[in-house]
């Protein structure tokens, strides 16, 4: 069935998009472990940047697909956003109560973001990509 969905080739936006979330993971992983003490940026901000990198990747090569089911895909990736981003906003709650210092603050929050949307994108994806398009 010429049509289906299944047949088509798509780039690599899932691969792609949790290599990214597994750097900003990491990053913060790295930040969270030297909290007691004075941590040091570099690593971290290396692993963050490149996750925000790989993240624009991704929503490029979704931007690029035709034919795709953008309905589905808006309508998916909206809820999922918002969930993701309630998520988010308790976390940083949570680091801004704990008066997490700014240097490590401003990467934690890039992390979540890179979480808080990058999850949303891979299950839009993922969904929009098994239905029917015309073309």
């Known amino acids: 069935m010429p049509g289906?969905?299944?047949?088509?080739?798509l780039p690599?936006?899932?691969?792609?998009?949790?290599?990214?979330?597994a750097l900003a993971?990491?990053?913060?992983?790295i930040l969270a472990a030297g909290a007691a003490s004075d941590p040091s940026l570099t690593v971290p901000?290396?692993?963050i940047a490149a996750?925000?990198?790989?993240?624009l990747v991704a929503i490029v090569m979704v931007?690029?697909?035709?034919?795709?089911?953008?309905?589905?895909?808006?309508?998916?990736?909206?809820?999922?956003?918002?969930?993701y981003?309630?998520?988010?906003?308790?976390?940083?709650f949570a680091f801004v109560r704990n008066e997490v210092p700014a240097g490590p603050m401003t990467l934690l929050v890039i992390?979540?973001?890179?979480?808080?949307?990058?999850?949303?994108?891979?299950?839009?994806f993922t969904v929009a990509r098994y239905q029917q398009v015309s073309g």
């Open 4 to 9: 289906r969905p299944i047949d088509r080739d």
């Open 12 to 21: 690599p936006v899932v691969p792609v998009a949790m290599v990214a979330l």
């Open 25 to 29: 993971v990491t990053g913060g992983v």
């Open 45 to 47: 901000t290396v692993l």
């Open 51 to 55: 996750a925000v990198v790989l993240e």
């Open 63 to 83: 931007a690029l697909i035709r034919p795709f089911a953008w309905d589905r895909f808006k309508q998916v990736v909206l809820w999922a956003l918002l969930a």
């Open 85 to 92: 981003l309630i998520q988010g906003g308790m976390i940083v």
């Open 111 to 124: 992390g979540l973001v890179v979480f808080a949307t990058d999850v949303p994108l891979m299950i839009a």
